[in-house]
């Protein structure tokens, strides 16, 4: 079952080198496709418009306590989580840089594009089932690349790796802990956060098995 997962699938087209800053086209391919339907699926959840996501409501309670915007923040949750990698042995990559990269495009793109769905309560409540499953399915992807993890994900692969606990459990006891230390910091909870906290792991655990399914039948 999907949800046992505990490590990332190798494909045929995942890099042996995590570190590789001369991947083969296809493997970065996969990694820019990945991010991009990462992107989206968290675009959707902002244009939701039913409340933030888990690292939104911690940066958002963060930056309440040590007035700072919400953008410095969040870099400053950034550099927190890229220092926890250290005792993880966890490594950042071409991955870790497209990362920011191509996500930042893509919630710049949505602003043009996703704007309608802001009309209906039950249309954004699709939205962000949608978008959480979306970005999951891109997370799932685009770790199977192989070419280093954005700083949240790479805490995420860290901690399995330290825990042997399946990717599923580890996500939401991360997203979990987030909107807890969040909302105790004065941040702001909602349907959105709640889903997003709950669905993320299954979505990533489910966009690996998506891949590894892919990969075998192509054999």
């Not at 970005?135 to 685009?142: D, L, S, V």
């Not at 995420?156 to 997203?175: A, D, W």
């Not at 709640?194 to 192509?218: E, R, T, W």
């Amino acid at each position: 079952m999907f949800l046992s997962i505990k490590k990332i699938p190798k494909t045929t087209w995942s890099s042996n080198d995590s570190l590789s800053y001369r991947p083969k086209l296809k493997t970065f391919a996969y990694l820019c496709l990945g991010l991009f339907i990462y992107g989206l699926g968290s675009s959707m959840l902002i244009h939701s418009n039913i409340e933030n996501a888990p690292w939104v409501v911690l940066a958002e309670g963060m930056s309440r306590k040590l007035d700072l915007s919400i953008g410095g923040a969040t870099f400053f949750i950034s550099l927190i989580v890229l220092l926890i990698w250290i005792p993880l042995k966890q490594k950042p990559g071409v991955g870790t840089l497209m990362n920011s990269i191509i996500i930042s495009i893509v919630m710049d793109l949505s602003t043009t594009f996703l704007n309608f769905l802001s009309t209906h309560f039950l249309i954004n409540f699709l939205t962000v089932l949608i978008g959480v499953l979306l970005a999951g399915i891109g997370i799932g992807i685009y770790l199977i690349a192989n070419l280093g993890p954005g700083p949240r994900d790479g805490l995420m692969t860290g901690l399995q790796k330290n825990s042997q606990y399946p990717i599923s459990v580890i996500r939401i006891f991360i997203e979990t802990s987030v909107v807890i230390i969040g909302f105790i910091l004065g941040g702001t909870v909602g349907i959105a956060t709640m889903l997003f906290a709950a669905g993320i792991g299954p979505s990533v655990a489910l966009g690996l098995k998506i891949v590894k399914l892919i990969n075998s039948m192509k054999r």
